[in-house]
């Protein structure tokens, strides 16, 4: 009976010197950075989606605050810091 060996295959978009192990190496912990996927504006009903959780203006989500929502962008705080949050450009239009 033949037995499969299995090996693991390195992520290719990991961090160089990410999950090394070994003498004097330890796991280097990647945060997720965060990224304004779409934005609602209709109203006075504003929501942003942020890393794909769906936030109001004042709501607190895994350590950020959304502060504001504007058309095209938001601004959070996280740790005491402000940052804008833009939305991606979007994608070129594709001709047929």
Do not use: C, F
Not at 14 to 42: C, D, E, F, I, R
């Amino acid at each position: 009976m033949l037995q499969a060996q299995v090996q693991a295959v390195p992520d290719p978009m990991a961090p160089p010197g990410y999950g090394m192990t070994g003498p004097g190496k330890t796991p280097v912990p990647v945060k997720p950075a965060w990224v304004l996927n779409q934005v609602l504006v209709a109203g006075p009903r504003k929501v942003a989606v942020i890393n794909g959780q769906a936030l109001h203006e004042g709501e607190r989500w895994q350590g950020l605050t959304l502060l504001q929502i504007t058309q095209e962008k938001v601004v959070i705080e996280e740790k005491g810091r402000r940052r804008e949050l833009m939305l991606p450009p979007p994608p070129n239009s594709i001709r047929q």
